[in-house]
């Protein structure tokens, strides 16, 4: 299984300073794996060979993970809390922040 990087300013933080924290709202492997986005043709690239690690999950009824994104901000690639979380929302397609989402380290191997 791969990790998906098609947030620019997560992909950024990740090539720039390889590593970067981020969450999704579903992962069950973690370990050695790929991180690949998918370029404005379409076409699939690689970026490199990373590792993803487990950081915390959260569960809000609200859909706020304030602490969670708060206390990861800084090596998410995004100014602040609000900007990341509009990004989540952005990336899920119908503007919306899920209920559940797992937070992730992932680090360049050389």
């Known amino acids: 299984m791969v990790i998906w990087f098609n947030s620019e300013k997560a992909r950024r933080q990740l090539i720039e ?3 970067v924290i981020t ?3 579903r992962r069950k492997t973690f370990g050695i794996t790929s991180a690949i986005y ?3 043709d379409g076409d699939i690239e690689t970026i490199a060979k990373v ?9 809000d009824i609200h859909r706020q993970h304030y602490r969670p ?4 901000v800084e090596l998410s690639g995004f100014e602040t809390v609000e900007e990341w979380k509009n990004e989540v929302k952005k990336l899920n397609k119908n503007l919306w922040m899920p209920e559940y989402l ?6 360049v191997v050389e």
């Open 17 to 19: 300073l390889n590593e």
């Open 23 to 25: 969450c999704r709202k």
């Open 38 to 40: 998918k370029r404005n």
């Open 51 to 59: 590792n993803v690690q487990l950081l915390n999950e959260s569960i």
């Open 69 to 72: 994104f708060s206390e990861h």
């Open 102 to 107: 797992i937070f992730l380290k992932v680090t």
